[in-house]
């Protein structure tokens, strides 16, 4: 909306090319979303105690969390509020990505607050079946999904896959052979609709099973939203992704925007989500911002280097999926708590210690994810 605006007044007035700028705007959205976010926190949180909005505790989680029962949740709300209004006022809404990623943000969002009302409705902490919740993500995956195909068949959209450290290797998501004929189209697109599956469903559930303490998912969504900005700058700027010979995807410069505006509502919601909370942000934060992030990465080719910059979200899906299979194979847990932020409670550390140390784990990880720009 101002992007477009001030387009218009640039061509009278020189100083505000300015703001045609990515970087300026990027800033712009930051600081939006950041006052956006922390003058709407207050009012929501009332808006959620006076709905009797909170959370419910798991009966198998640790002791000292059953104090937290209450809290007010679906605070992603705010998170969404500060992402998206930004993104709308400071991006090119005439780049698909945005509409795209706005789009993930949304939808995932929805199946998070469809969740977070049963839960609410229903007065106890399990809300859609897995079932019904993956069933979900799946339409949204494919909606997206089809939005990339179609991108695709303009040349605004690459389905060959970036591997880190191999600049020579680009396989493609999709058999070309099988795209002669119309009617053997869908199984074309299978392989790219599955892997782009795993990155978005992945990605939104990792964040989940990370949001089980105060300030945690959220702070680390500040590292990975900050690199991301990053891979988004470097991929839609082709001086720079040429010199470090990364895929170039012009369309993706606008996406820093959208990251921008990200960390910003991500920094509100820490204000208000540190410890000890005032609010949590429920699967309606967690999903969107999962989802968001994984549709990011994969819009600027950058899908394997999110496992390395979302490490510690990884490794907390991994500890969920290893305490499972070990406990059905052999009976016995891995872990004395999953996922494995609950572990080191039962080791003794403090909560402030385990949130702490892991946003270093994630900044470290981080740091490796951008690395790979260059090691090629």
């Not at 209004?85 to 607050?113: C, E, H, K, Q, R």
């Not at 399990?126 to 979900?136: F, N, Q, V």
């Amino acid at each position: 909306m101002l992007f477009e605006l001030l387009g218009e007044l640039a061509a009278e007035h020189g100083p505000i090319r300015v703001f045609g700028y990515i970087t300026v705007r990027t800033a712009l959205a930051n600081i939006t979303a950041l006052a956006i976010g922390l003058a709407v926190g207050p009012w929501l949180m009332r808006r959620l105690q006076a709905a009797q909005v909170g959370q419910f505790i798991r009966e198998d989680g640790p002791a000292s969390h059953h104090s937290k029962a209450g809290t007010p949740t679906m605070g992603g709300l705010l998170i969404c509020l500060a992402t998206i209004i930004p993104t709308l006022l400071w991006a090119d809404l005439s780049n698909a990505y945005v509409g795209i990623v706005l789009l993930s943000m949304v939808g995932f969002g929805l199946i998070g607050l469809a969740d977070d009302y049963m839960k609410v409705t229903k007065r106890r902490s399990l809300g859609l079946s897995s079932r019904a919740k993956l069933g979900l993500q799946l339409l949204m995956t494919i909606f997206v999904g089809l939005a990339l195909v179609r991108l695709s068949g303009h040349g605004d959209y690459s389905t060959l896959l970036t591997v880190p450290f191999f600049k020579e290797v680009h396989p493609d998501l999709v058999v070309v052979g099988l795209l002669d004929n119309p009617l053997t189209w869908p199984l074309a697109y299978a392989l790219f609709l599955l892997f782009l599956f795993l990155v978005l469903v992945g990605s939104s559930n990792a964040v989940n099973l990370t949001d089980g303490l105060d300030g945690l998912a959220i702070g680390l969504t500040v590292i990975c939203a900050g690199a991301l900005a990053a891979l988004a700058y470097v991929a839609g700027h082709s001086e720079i992704s040429g010199y470090l010979d990364v895929p170039s995807v012009p369309l993706a410069g606008e996406l820093t925007v959208f990251c921008g505006s990200l960390v910003g509502a991500s920094l509100a919601f820490l204000w208000y989500n540190s410890h000890p909370a005032q609010m949590f942000m429920g699967d309606v934060g967690s999903l969107s911002l999962g989802g968001a992030m994984g549709t990011v990465a994969v819009l600027a080719k950058q899908e394997i280097v999110l496992l390395f910059i979302g490490g510690v979200f990884v490794a907390e899906t991994l500890s969920v999926i290893a305490q499972v299979a070990s406990f059905k194979l052999t009976g016995k847990r891995i872990l004395r708590m999953s996922p494995l932020h609950h572990h080191f409670e039962q080791l003794g550390w403090s909560e402030s210690k385990v949130i702490v140390r892991f946003w270093i784990a994630g900044l470290v990880w981080a740091l490796l994810g951008l690395s790979t720009l260059k090691l090629r």
